[in-house]
């Protein structure tokens, strides 16, 4: 996807991954800064980490407390690490155009209150939803999510466990369906999936996972978290050429290279 975007734009760059231990991150950013790379993005459990290393952080970073993208910036011979986060305004414009959801004034069913998930409500509940229902394995956690969301964004109704009445979204944030003999993430016997509008799962691979099977065959409208690994990376090379993403290039070469057509 990236060097698709990068080829389009005609730059003499090249996207590489890298493992790096956790441990060493602090190394590795510190040795691609040296090196001249322009930036790098950072999966888990980097994003959390990032935080505490990169010399600046972006309003999108400070806000959502996790980097998934930086930038480095040299200026009169000083190098900085600059850090953002492009995958909470991924979240909501995946939502908006995969499944035509407004998120403002929505009922929000949120499984998952871990890195994506916390990330996402507290997106959710900026833009302006109207409930927010959070359910974790561990309640505590969503209920520390939910404790965030009434500081931030006190005009949101959040609670912590299943809704009694539909709502517009139902939002798989845990990685329950990765594996295909997975559990399904919803308790079917506590939430009924005919009550969501829209099932989005922010899995990607497998395109299909037994959640949106699922709620497919009970006629909600759905979709997957291509979409959003589109956008978080579309935003992530702006950031780096300051130049408009070729995004339907990007599109192509994500889909041939995930499902291979």
Known sequence: MQNAGIAELGLNWRYLACEVDPANLREALTGAKLMGFVG???TVPHKLLAVDIV???????????????????????????????????????????DLGIEIRGAKVLLLGAGGAGRTAAL?????????????NRTESKAAAVAKEIVERNPQVKVRVGY???????????????????DAMPVEIHQFSLPQAGGVYDMIYRPAETPLLKTAKAAGCRT?????????QGAKALEIWTGKPAPVEVMRRALRENVYGH
């Open 40 to 42: 790098v993005n950072l």
């Open 55 to 97: 010399d600046v952080l972006d309003d999108s970073a400070r806000a959502w407390g996790a980097v998934n993208t930086v930038r480095f910036e040299t200026e009169n011979g000083k190098t900085t690490a600059r850090g953002f986060n492009t995958d909470a305004e991924a979240i909501t414009r995946s939502i908006r155009e």
């Open 223 to 231: 979709a997957n978290g291509l979409g959003m690994l589109l956008y």
């Open 123 to 135: 997106k959710l509940a900026s833009e302006g939803v109207r409930e927010l229902h959070l359910v």
């Open 163 to 181: 809704p009694s009445t539909p709502v517009d979204l139902l939002l798989n944030a845990t990685s329950l369906g990765l594996k295909p003999d």
